[in-house]
């Protein structure tokens, strides 16, 4: 009879022991990830978890484009850090760049549409954002986008005129009459340069990039029948230009951010990356291929060879994920700061 009671509790404790290794583990939801992915980016820049990295950090500055981005990302995911702090810094450093160049740059525009987007996300004002020289306060969409200071949006290409969208958006900035520039001229630039395929590029070559990017800005306008024929043509470029295995290459080789990008067209857009079939391929999604690039420190590594990852990758994944969270929540695109 001990015999007997020692074989029923011996099964019984395996029957236990193997139903708890099958019980559903909770899913992780997409802030998850998101939250993960920026808690990793602090490993890249030797910054422990429970540290501020937006500041105090050397080799990581207000102003530059992976230290922008990751500070969108942070406010956006409710990450604590200090914001004040990292927003006066870029304060003082547009006040000094306008002193010594007279502007942000002499060529790019983006880097006015990139410190408007990150100024907007924080809280500030881009009509008002450093000093000029005599004084007054600086207007960062007035110089950078529709009284552009160095003359032509399209001096950096399409990324004048898609930047000049998202940032112009991100905060329902308004263009005065009179202006060079209005949104109608910079989306008729924009849509101009559509390719016969239905892409966007760097003059004749198609770009998924740059495709994804031109469809995120054009997102908001889709209600125009023209617009929206150009969103449509573009998203089947998309589609057809996808990896067998779900994956998309830029610059003839795969890439998380060729990933990210996608996504984040296709959330604005309204289409569910994870389960629409034009963007499924041989059972992968576009979705689940950007986790092929997915590192144990939950950061994103720019191609599928490296081991390590990548901090504008990250970055770049961690816009994707902001595009979704908002498309879950009703939002469309990836910078959207006001109600």
Known sequence: MKKIHKIFAFVLAFLILFSGCNAEKPEETTLDIAVNTAIGQ???????????????????????????WTAIAYKEFGIEDDFESYLSELEQKVTEEYAAKGGLDSTKATEWHRTILVVTALGGDATAFGTYP???????????????????LANQGINGFIYALLALDCGNYE??????????????SLIAEQHEDGSFGFGERSDVDMTAMALHALAPYSDDPEIKKVIDEGIAFLSSAQ???????????????????VII?????????????????????????????RQKDKTFS??????????????????????LINFENGKSGAFIFTD
Request: proline content about 2%; overall charge negative.
């Open 42 to 68: 602090k490993n890249l820049f030797g910054v422990k978890e429970n540290k501020n990295l937006l500041t105090g950090n050397p080799g990581f500055g207000a102003g530059t484009a992976i230290c922008d």
């Open 134 to 152: 005599d004084g007054t306060k600086i207007n960062l969409v007035a110089d950078g986008i529709y009284n552009y200071i160095n003359e032509d």
């Open 175 to 188: 263009i005065p009459e009179g202006s060079r520039y209005t949104r109608e001229s910079i989306i008729e």
């Open 243 to 261: 990896n067998g295995d779900g994956s998309f290459s830029g610059m003839d080789s795969k890439t998380s951010e060729s990933i990210s990008q």
């Open 265 to 293: 067209a296709l959330c604005a857009n309204g289409i569910e990356p994870k389960t629409d079939e034009r963007f499924i391929k041989h059972g992968t999604s576009v979705y689940d291929a950007l986790f092929d690039f």
């Open 302 to 323: 720019h191609t599928l060879d490296s081991e390590k990852g990548d901090a504008l990758a990250t970055d770049q994944a961690m816009m994707a994920l902001m595009a």
